[in-house]
């Protein structure tokens, strides 16, 4: 499975951002996929998670009311919408998947990984 995240870019404290993740290289149902980001100098930690079914769904408590997680199968591309950002959502963001049906908030439980994308929130 090959990722590919986009939409990330610059923008305001108060705005608003979708990020998407496109996959390709083999089927998209089944797996579960998230959403991680890593701020300059500190370690890449969770932000969201999404079943391969999308009925189940997880946020980190920082972004949790804020940020929502989606997907579409059908397109094999899952969403992160994020709106009132904050500069301390400043980060590299990726996109990740699993090859298990559940959701999960553990960085070490998936096995496909995007390149990232720049989100920038200027104060």
């Known amino acids: 499975v090959q990722l590919v995240e986009s939409g990330g870019g610059l923008v305001q404290a108060g705005g608003s951002l979708r990020l998407s993740c496109a996959a390709s290289g083999r089927t998209f149902s089944g797996y579960a996929m998230g959403w991680f980001r890593q701020a300059a100098g500190k370690e890449r930690v969770f932000v969201a998670a999404?079943?391969?079914?999308?009925?189940?769904?997880y946020y980190s408590d920082s972004v949790k009311g804020r940020f929502t997680i989606s997907r579409e199968n059908a397109k094999n591309t899952m969403y992160l919408q994020m709106t009132n950002l904050e500069p301390e959502d400043t980060a590299t963001y990726f996109c990740?998947?699993?090859?298990?049906?559940?959701?999960?908030?553990?960085?070490?439980?998936?096995?496909?990984w995007g390149q990232g994308t720049q989100v920038t929130v200027s104060s």
């Open positions: 999404i079943s391969w079914s999308g009925v189940s769904t």
């Open positions: 990740a998947a699993r090859r298990y049906n559940s959701a999960s908030m553990g960085e070490r439980s998936y096995d496909y």
